[in-house]
């Protein structure tokens, strides 16, 4: 294996693994498992210079962390559940899939304790009644002790929960709990509810890079190549290309000069503008009596620069 491969983690299973597909297929990248669907090995057929490797998410945000690999895609759940998370591993992009909320949730039948003000107030009590500190189960230590302390909360233990942290209260193990919900239909269903001012972080899968993992400028050129793929795919979606005839490019440029402020980018003949604004510039260059005016959506957009790839250059240091 050639010394100047990236690394790549992509979840190995599961309907993340679907969902990672999904997304590099979006962005016309084909990823290939090596040995066949049970391989822990893939490549990203447009895009030799990685080399993929499927894990579990958790792997994955370890792999960040210490530096054994250079890209992946976890949950941030996970990532931010690291020790000194932020000066490991960047986040490059949120993904828009693997939602998932990290919330309090307390028993239903605790009709008093609606906010973590309530929940402050219950501790005291708790702790004067007992002698006992409140349990809360959690597999999010990091994340439970920083919220908590951020809203004073101070009279609790964690419970490390190493199975369905759902059922710690119902099982005796613990008073509360801090988990992940998506629906809420599992809280429910353990006569949980979460706090109205309980929620920790509004997770989704991320594509990462690792500050802690050696890298070659090899490897960090095929990370700058794929992360221009994936931006100009993400501004692509979000945006038309809005065109007009060749001789009429001074009065169009002078209408739709203002809309460069508002992110619009231009083109040959043309702008690249959010779809939000669509018909503001379409009214502006009818104004100006320019036309008649295309409007395509592309695959791609591509720029001159790309943002996530200069941030991680200077994190990495890698600048001349």
């Given at each position: 294996m050639s010394a100047d491969?990236?690394?790549?983690?992509?979840?190995?299973?599961?309907?993340?693994?679907?969902?990672?597909?999904?997304?590099?297929?979006?962005?016309?990248?084909?990823l290939e498992a090596?040995?066949?669907?049970?391989?822990?090995?893939?490549?990203?057929?447009?895009?030799?210079?990685?080399?993929?490797?499927l894990l579990s998410a958790a792997d994955i945000a370890q792999g960040l962390d210490t530096g054994e690999i250079h890209l992946g895609v976890s949950g941030e759940d996970l990532l931010r559940e690291r020790e000194a998370a932020d000066a490991h591993v960047l986040?490059?992009?949120a993904l828009g899939f693997g939602r998932a909320d990290l919330v309090v949730a307390a028993p239903a039948s605790w009709i008093d304790v609606e906010t973590m003000v309530d929940l402050e107030e219950v501790g005291a009590a708790y702790v004067a009644r007992t002698g006992r500190r409140m349990r809360v189960a959690t597999k999010y230590m990091v994340q439970t002790r920083g919220f908590f302390a951020a809203h004073g909360v101070v009279d609790y233990r964690i419970v490390e929960s190493s199975g369905a942290t759902e059922g710690a209260p119902a099982a005796g193990q613990a008073e509360l709990i801090v988990d992940i919900m998506t629906t809420g239909a599992t809280l429910r269903a353990n006569g949980l509810r979460p706090l109205a001012d309980g929620l920790i972080l509004k997770s989704q899968a991320q594509l990462c890079a690792s500050l802690a993992a050696d890298w070659t400028k090899a490897q960090f050129a095929q990370a700058a190549r794929l992360l221009g793929v994936v931006e100009a795919r993400a501004r692509a979606r979000?945006?038309?290309l809005v065109s007009w005839p060749t001789e009429q490019e001074t009065p169009a440029r002078s209408a739709t000069e203002r809309f460069l402020a508002r992110g619009a980018t231009r083109r040959a003949q043309g702008l690249l503008v959010?779809?939000?604004?669509?018909?503001?510039?379409?009214?502006?260059?009818?104004?100006?009596?320019?036309?008649?005016?295309?409007?395509?959506?592309?695959?791609?957009?591509?720029?001159?620069?790309?943002?996530?790839?200069?941030?991680?250059e200077q994190r990495l240091g890698l600048r001349a």
């Open positions: 491969l990236l690394t790549f983690g992509l979840f190995s299973k599961g309907r993340l693994k679907e969902q990672a597909e999904d997304w590099l297929a979006d962005c016309g990248l084909t090596d040995g066949g669907e049970r391989g822990y090995v893939a490549a990203i057929k447009e895009l030799p210079g990685i080399r993929v490797l986040l490059l992009r979000a945006t038309v959010g779809d939000d604004d669509l018909l503001d510039v379409a009214e502006a260059l009818a104004a100006a009596s320019v036309g008649p005016v295309s409007v395509v959506h592309p695959n791609f957009a591509f720029e001159k620069r790309t943002e996530a790839a200069e941030t991680l």
